[in-house]
């Protein structure tokens, strides 16, 4: 049994997750594989909590291991199924009774879930159209098909009324033929029509390794096409690999490959900052950026506390709101972890590093350096010769940062005066960006 520290400590990490996913939308691309699992009941419970806790969540499912179970592996072109007339009658019957089940094991799963007295509600449909991969060199790919139009606005309507939508890889065109869709693709087609949060492909294969085959968790664009061409991976990640790219060149916000077969994955991927599969984003996860107005209620909870210790100079949300201009924010995952501020004075070449906090649990792992090293270059490039710092307790931490210890009196007129003002006797330091 999980102790009552580990507990808290992982509700404390999981809380600004689940804030952050409420209303947004995440496309599972799941595998036949995984749905064939043992561990498939547990994935359901967990789809089925995200969907209580107000997660719009879209399942797209695979049938490549069902038809291989019925001794139809049939032939493949560049991964890609060849579908023939008998294989597509067998995946029309496989996406039935694989719907069902998936109904029944989110139905289960809902049981569990703090809204199990509402029913969840599973919305499927024609919300795919599809036309012909046709002849690809030479090869005719039969009743393989790919996405033509996904009906956003019938998808909306159903994630809307708290509708889990769930679409298999099957597709219908205009002269009514009905297509076996890829699943990779289609689902990747459906979270950039959707602009979805995130894309989590979950397969039998942990993420993207590295040469040690150790899985390499977070993973720029770039980064992972560098991965790539440095080593080899599993065929299934070289083929989603470039559609992940495609969909955070699109705007989807993250695309995570995940290991499906493993119990928990869903949620330890989501809920916790390290995760336990590969995760890509467009850029790095770390950044730091000037803060809007809309960090503000975050930047209070980071200052609060520190401000209670007597840590940090009291600053209130019109004080916030005032100077928001001032403010940096480190972020990681899209969550903000730092801030600092770099306070210039009127007439004076000098500017001031202040209200620099780290939140409690990313401490120790830089950032601290990074927002300094940040605000001295910011400060550098508009003139700033010297960087103030003034603290109570965070002395050492200057020092070994390069900062000299100083008089009051070399503070800008308008800083001495607040400085006298507010008895906190704050120790002065200086640096020269020279
Ligand atoms: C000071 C602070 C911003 C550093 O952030 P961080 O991300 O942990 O910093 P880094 O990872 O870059 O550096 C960590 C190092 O700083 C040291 N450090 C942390 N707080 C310190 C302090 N008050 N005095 C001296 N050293 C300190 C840590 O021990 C660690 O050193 P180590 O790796 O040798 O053990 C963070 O500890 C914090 O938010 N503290 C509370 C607010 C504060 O004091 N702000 C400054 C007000 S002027």
Same mark, same amino acid.
Do not use: W
């Given at each position: 049994m999980m102790s009552h520290s580990s507990f808290v400590k992982a509700f404390r990490e999981a809380a600004p997750y689940i804030h952050y996913l409420h209303g947004k939308t995440i496309v599972l691309a799941v595998s036949s594989h995984v749905l064939r699992s043992e561990c498939f009941p547990s994935l359901a419970r967990d789809i089925a909590l995200l969907n209580s806790l107000g997660v719009r969540m879209v399942i797209v499912h695979g049938v490549r291991a069902f038809l291989e179970e019925y001794g139809m592996a049939g032939e493949y072109w560049h991964g890609h199924r060849i579908t023939d007339k008998q294989s597509m009658s067998e995946i029309k019957r496989i996406c039935g009774s694989v719907r069902l089940d998936i109904e029944a094991a989110l139905g289960m799963g809902f049981l569990h879930t703090p809204a199990h007295t509402a029913k969840l509600s599973v919305a499927g449909g024609n919300f795919i159209s599809a036309q012909p991969l046709g002849v690809l060199e030479g090869v005719d790919m039969q009743l393989t098909g790919q996405v033509r139009k996904i009906d956003v606005e019938a998808i909306t309507r159903s994630l809307n009324h708290n509708q889990l939508v769930l679409i298999s890889p099957v597709g219908h065109s205009l002269g009514g033929i009905t297509y076996n869709l890829p699943l990779p693709e289609t689902a990747t087609a459906v979270a950039l029509a959707l602009h979805a949060e995130k894309l989590v492909f979950l397969s039998q294969s942990s993420g993207i390794c590295d040469a040690d085959g150790k899985v390499l968790l977070n993973l720029s664009h770039t980064d992972a096409q560098k991965i790539l061409q440095q080593y080899p991976q599993h065929e299934a990640i070289e083929r989603i690999v470039p559609l992940a790219q495609e969909a955070l060149k699109g705007g989807v916000h993250r695309v995570?490959?995940? @290991? =499906?077969?493993?119990? =928990? $994955? *869903?949620?330890?991927?989501?809920?916790?900052? $390290?995760?336990?599969?590969?995760?890509?984003?467009? #850029? #790095?996860?770390?950044?730091?950026?000037?803060?809007? !107005? #809309?960090?503000?209620?975050?930047?209070?909870?980071?200052?609060?506390?520190? /401000?209670?210790?007597?840590?940090?100079?009291?600053? @209130?949300?019109?004080?916030?709101?005032?100077?928001?201009?001032?403010?940096?924010? !480190?972020?990681?995952?899209?969550?903000? /972890? =730092?801030?600092?501020? *770099?306070?210039?004075?009127? @007439?004076s070449k000098m500017g001031e590093i202040s209200c620099l906090a780290v939140s409690p649990n990313m401490r120790r792992h830089g950032y601290g350096d990074l927002l300094l090293e940040y605000i001295e270059d910011y400060a550098q490039k508009h003139g700033i010769t010297h960087l103030l710092a003034l603290t109570t307790r965070t002395a050492d931490w200057f020092i070994e940062r390069g900062f000299d210890t100083a008089e009051a009196s070399i503070l800008p007129q308008e800083r001495l005066l607040q400085y006298q003002d507010n008895k906190r006797n704050s120790k002065v330091f200086v640096k020269s960006l020279a």
């Open positions: 995570q490959i995940i @290991n =499906g077969t493993q119990d =928990g $994955s *869903l949620l330890d991927e989501l809920f916790t900052r $390290s995760g336990v599969g590969t995760a890509l984003a467009y #850029s #790095s996860f770390m950044q730091i950026r000037k803060a809007l !107005a #809309s960090d503000i209620p975050e930047l209070m909870r980071l200052i609060e506390p520190l /401000v209670r210790e007597g840590i940090l100079l009291p600053r @209130n949300k019109d004080d916030l709101e005032k100077h928001i201009q001032d403010f940096f924010v !480190a972020e990681y995952d899209d969550l903000i /972890v =730092g801030c600092a501020a *770099l306070k210039t004075f009127e @007439n």
